[in-house]
């Protein structure tokens, strides 16, 4: 077992409190937005020995001949994140060596796909989280915009929503929402800016959920088309211990709250607005996935009261969530790498060999895959990260 010292992303969307109090630190008024709890090489974790001495964690697993596992983060969003999708594994190998060849630096701004694997993730709310994720009908889009009092605008722009309300009038779904989000995040900005403004005036105050959230994000974002598209896709509103998935394709974006999110350890992001990264609408429009789907809700399965397991099934990973409580002992029989993080209280983990190590709040140790049980008891929290379960053939 290894003892892990992580490391924290200061993105401008953190929120300044969430993660100091998880480690039971002074918060220092700066945005703390992700804990990166794992071996990505943009922030790998680091291995601490007994005696203070520190690894990092990519150079152990390289050692130990074992894989890269699955990305855990604790996320804290205090603003909205931008609005994005990630790319299936076909189409990050293909970009990838693509921009490998022309010579495109990793750390470029412009620099799309920053490694060759695809991005699922699964986010599981400890507070109450908010998201807009995936494509409803656009029926209901068209109905909302319909309804607004949207006077005075500048001729042009009232001519892009004329044109905008008969691409969600049409009859294939899909193609009414790629005709849409395309005409929105490719108008000009003097164009689409004033409707942003329009809208925004337009929904303050309102009870439609979708016309609140058009609101917040203008003002984090004052003219951005995202704000537009969030109209289009589903409001989803997890309630702590809920969870939503997102596979490929799918175009989401966070609002707020505190979750622990898992993935495939990959850092592939399109981003089509609501950010001051870069923007590249051409490669989001390749790979977001149009379809009418509902909110990607993610059930747990009950392993017994006090252990669920969240497997979206696509193999790269999972998430335990464990309620420890005196007298009691968890054991795991399955033989895989797993990241262990105490988010409650205080347990105790055995691994193979005998060895043991205590999580407090915050605490976190990865264990390498053994043919013996890894045991965990005490009174808390946790969660692990693993692969998943092998995908049925």
């Not at 924290?8 to 969430?18: C, D, E, L, M, N």
């Amino acid at each position: 077992m290894h003892r892990l010292e992580n490391r924290v992303q200061p993105y401008a969307w953190g929120s300044p409190t969430a993660i100091p109090h998880l480690l039971g630190r002074p918060a220092d008024g700066g945005p703390q937005a992700e804990l990166w709890i794992g071996a990505h090489p943009a922030a790998p974790s680091a291995v601490v020995a007994g005696d203070g001495r520190r690894t990092g964690l990519d150079e152990v697993l390289d050692a130990a001949g074992v894989p890269r596992p699955p990305l855990l983060k604790v996320l804290a969003a205090a603003a909205p994140l931008s609005l994005q999708v990630h790319p299936d594994r076909a189409t990050a190998r293909r970009r990838y060596a693509e921009e490998e060849a022309a010579g495109v630096p990793r750390d470029a701004a412009h620099r799309l796909y920053k490694d060759d694997e695809h991005k699922p993730e699964l986010l599981y709310a400890l507070e109450p989280f908010a998201a807009v994720a995936g494509f409803r009908a656009p029926a209901a889009a068209r109905e909302l915009l319909a309804g607004l009092p949207l006077v005075g605008l500048p001729d042009a722009t009232d001519a892009l929503l004329a044109a905008l309300l008969d691409d969600l009038a049409g009859d294939d779904e899909g193609g009414a929402l790629r005709a849409a989000t395309s005409r929105l995040l490719t108008a000009d900005a003097d164009v689409v800016g004033p409707l942003v403004q329009a809208v925004a005036v337009a929904c303050a105050g309102s009870d439609d959920p979708s016309a609140l959230c058009a609101n917040h994000l203008a003002g984090h974002h004052p003219g951005d088309p995202g704000v537009l598209v969030s109209l289009l896709l589903n409001q989803v509103c997890l309630a702590p211990g809920e969870a939503l998935y997102l596979p490929a394709g799918n175009v989401h974006a966070y609002l707020w709250g505190t979750g622990v999110e898992l993935m495939a350890s990959s850092d592939n992001v399109l981003r089509g607005g609501l950010t001051p990264k870069h923007v590249d609408v051409p490669e989001l429009l390749r790979v977001v996935d149009f379809r009418v789907l509902p909110p990607p809700l993610l059930a747990p399965r009950a392993v017994s009261a006090d252990e669920l397991v969240l497997d979206p099934g696509v193999g790269d990973f999972a998430l335990t969530v464990l309620t420890a409580r005196p007298g009691a002992v968890t054991t795991w029989e399955r033989a895989v790498p797993r990241t262990l993080l105490c988010l409650e209280g205080e347990v105790a983990v055995t691994a193979a060999d005998g060895g043991e190590l205590v999580l407090g709040r915050g605490q976190s140790v990865f264990v390498l895959p053994a043919e013996h049980p890894v045991t965990a008891r005490g009174e808390g929290l946790l969660v692990a990260a693993t692969p998943g379960e092998p995908a049925a053939s």
